[in-house]
């Protein structure tokens, strides 16, 4: 089981947002910052949002990051076909010393 | 843009050492800028870290792998290497190996390698 706790699915519609939380603790969310990642299928993940809420170079500003507390959210607006993916939040953990990341979410468009 | 490149025995029998290296390019592995390290992914499940380093000589392993694994340097190559001792089925897995600019979270990754444990 995942230090970080995302839901396993999440879907929409094209043109619809959609949000993906990502839930942790006082030892890593709450005291460090969040990254998100996008796998495609069969695919290496792809860094997505940094810091919490930067995006990379490249990455459309459809996508959006936040922070509050322990917890941490992706956005997705305008959705596309194309943003079918499974979706990692990270962190840095205090108490482990180590990289954890959520279980990820299947994002279904319908 | 730096690209990472991971590569080695797509199989490797139980109670044996995994061993993968990954070559790094459009960087020096020895700048002070980068963390380095491996992930790993078993099949149809989610991201797992394995451990980390910096050229500085800071080492980070997930202690639940810290007893079987290594990570070391070849700054002469420009490669990194992951040694994962007495390794079981339950290690079958994609493995990348990533890099972190100015932390250890992952910005750049491998395309990845499958390893499967199997006699």
């Known amino acids: 089981q995942s230090v970080l706790t995302q839901p396993p699915s999440a879907s929409g519609t094209p043109g619809q947002r959609v949000t993906i939380s990502c839930s942790g603790s006082?030892?890593?969310?709450?005291?460090?910052?969040v990254n998100w990642y996008q796998q495609l299928a069969g695919t290496a993940p792809k860094l997505l949002i940094y810091?919490?809420?930067q995006r990379p170079s490249g990455v459309p500003d459809r996508f959006s990051g936040s922070k509050s507390g322990t917890s941490a959210s992706l956005a997705i607006s305008g959705l596309q076909s194309e943003d079918e993916a499974d979706f990692y939040c990270?962190?840095?953990?205090?108490?482990?010393?180590?990289?954890?990341f959520g279980g990820g979410t299947k994002l279904t468009v319908l | 843009q730096l690209q990472l490149q991971e590569s080695g025995p797509g199989l490797v029998k139980p109670s044996e050492t995994l061993s993968l290296t990954c070559t790094v390019s459009g960087d020096s592995i020895s700048r002070s800028s980068y963390y380095w390290g491996w992930i790993r992914q078993p099949p149809g499940q989610g991201l797992e870290w394995i451990g980390s380093?910096?050229?500085?000589?800071?080492?980070y392993y997930n202690p639940s792998l810290e007893s079987r694994v290594t990570i070391s340097i070849d700054t002469s190559k420009n490669q990194f290497s992951l040694n994962l001792s007495s390794v079981t089925a339950a290690d079958t897995a994609v493995y990348y190996c990533a890099s972190g600019v100015g932390k250890l979270l992952p910005d750049y990754w491998g395309q990845g390698t499958l390893v499967t444990v199997s006699s």
């Open positions: 810091s919490n809420n």
């Open positions: 380093f910096h050229y500085s000589g800071n080492t």
């Open positions: 990270a962190a840095w953990d205090d108490s482990l010393n180590g990289v954890i």
């Open positions: 006082s030892s890593n969310i709450g005291s460090n910052t």
